[in-house]
T-cell receptor, first 115, second 113 residues
Framework: GENVEQHPSTLSVQEGDSAVIKCTYS??????FPWYKQELGKGPQLIID?????GEKKDQRIAVTLNKTAKHFSLHITETQPEDSAVYFC??????????????FGKGTKLSVIP | DAEITQSPRHKITETGRQVTLACHQT?????MFWYRQDLGHGLRLIHY???????NKGEVSDGYSVSRSNTEDLPLTLESAASSQTSVYFC????????????FGEGSRLTVL
């Protein structure tokens, strides 16, 4: 099955600096890579995603890049703000048999933005 | 607004007891999922359903069961709770089986003593 590794597990940045979270995946057939943000006491929420036919996608201060050859993808947050503090999860979607596609999640990165 | 709700939000139980966590969504999504979240493990899939009367095992299904009698609800049952099942449980749903956004509930924290 798919295996997703996520680094770092914790990340502290000064407000206004950039933050980068990296993930690698094992199944070369995986074709969809979402990123979820989980605030304290809440469920994860989708913030950005990218499909395998695209190399980069940007939405205001956040961007995701995908390198299919190396099987890794990254989340970039620029001009970080205190409200960006949360746990971020990457995921990869792969075929798991019998017409089923499943997301495999990384273990999460706790981002702290220091005012 | 459509939403996904879980209950109870917090529960403490004893080893060996049966526990059921409820999940209700008002989006009319066919696809529903249960995950558990543990420190150092991220989110792991327990069971999922693609529609009424359809249930499937995920990565960590041992000791858990689900049933799908209608579109809106996917209750998760722990037949005989074990301390290893102490965790935060998230229900999720989505419209499309193969693509699209996964919407999560706010979680149910279960402690098994």
């Amino acid at each position: 099955g798919e295996n997703v590794e996520q680094h770092p597990s914790t990340l502290s940045v000064q407000e206004g600096d950039s933050a980068v979270i990296k993930c690698t995946y094992s199944d070369s057939a995986s074709n969809y890579f979402p990123w979820y943000k989980q605030e304290l006491g809440k469920g994860p929420q989708l913030i950005i995603d990218i499909r395998s036919n695209v190399g980069e996608k940007k939405d205001q201060r956040i961007a995701v890049t995908l390198n299919k050859t190396a099987k890794h993808f990254s989340l970039h947050i620029t001009e970080t703000q205190p409200e960006d503090s949360a746990v971020y999860f990457c995921a990869a979607r792969s075929y798991s048999g019998a017409g089923s596609y499943q997301l495999t999640f990384g273990k999460g990165t706790k981002l702290s933005v220091i005012p | 607004d459509a939403e996904i709700t879980q209950s109870p939000r917090h529960k403490i139980t004893e080893t060996g007891r049966q526990v059921t966590l409820a999940c209700h969504q008002t989006w009319n999504h066919n696809n529903m999922f249960w995950y558990r979240q543990d420190l150092g493990h991220g989110l792991r899939l327990i069971h999922y359903s693609y529609g009424v009367q359809d249930t499937n095992k995920g990565e960590v299904s041992d000791g858990y069961s689900v049933s799908r009698s209608n579109t809106e609800d996917l209750p998760l049952t722990l037949e005989s709770a074990a301390s290893s099942q102490t965790s935060v449980y998230f229900c999720a749903s989505k419209l499309d089986r193969t693509a699209g956004e996964l919407f999560f509930g706010e979680g149910s924290r279960l402690t098994v003593l």
